[in-house]
């Protein structure tokens, strides 16, 4: 019997099961000292001021996979554009279909709501996301560098004067 992907929009009761894959993918992404976020951050950000969307990915009725989104803009098309913060299918679901299943709900949603792009970021040694991006039309940006500004430096140039 053929087990059933189902994606589902995030609710409130869904922060600990959130906060649960956020450390899963952390780990993965070797970060996991970085990963401060709480289960009131996630409800007051995703949930009360709705700072980005997440959808849950279940299989055979568990939840084993989420994405996290928000919308940025595009100058030039002057659109709206779907930004992917993070795709996550835990270790011993991955090569079902699952995130291909994520991917394809992002880009209706992107496609709904006049974006005029999806795009999102990879760590360069995560090879095996890489190539399934590729394979889903991905064109990676080799023009960019992505730039941060986060901790001290943010609280640094937050109190700078002009």
């Known amino acids: 019997m053929k087990k059933e992907i189902k994606i589902r929009n995030a609710k409130i009761d869904d922060i600990p099961i959130i ?5 899963e993918l952390a780990v ?3 970060l996991e000292d970085e990963m401060t976020a709480s289960n009131e951050d996630l409800k007051k950000t995703l949930f009360e001021q709705k700072h980005a969307e ?12 989420f994405a996290l989104f928000f919308h940025n803009y595009s100058t030039f098309l002057g659109k709206p554009g779907l930004y992917l913060e ?19 709900k992002l ?6 709501r006049n974006c005029g792009r999806f795009e999102w970021s990879v760590l360069d040694w995560n090879t095996p996301s ?3 991006y590729l394979k889903m ?6 023009d960019w560098t992505v730039y941060r500004v986060t901790g001290q430096a943010l609280d640094d140039l937050s109190k700078m004067s002009d």
Do not use: C, W
């Not at 993070?86 to 270790?91: A, P, Q, T």
């Open 19 to 23: 906060r649960e894959l956020i450390h």
């Open 28 to 30: 993965y992404e070797k």
């Open 54 to 65: 997440v959808l849950i990915a279940e299989y055979d009725s568990m939840p084993v996979g």
């Open 86 to 104: 993070d795709l996550f299918v835990k270790e011993t679901y991955r090569g079902r279909g699952i995130g291909k299943q994520l991917l394809i």
């Open 107 to 112: 880009a209706k949603i992107a496609k709904d």
């Open 130 to 132: 890489i190539n399934f």
């Open 137 to 142: 039309g991905a064109v990676p940006m080799d």
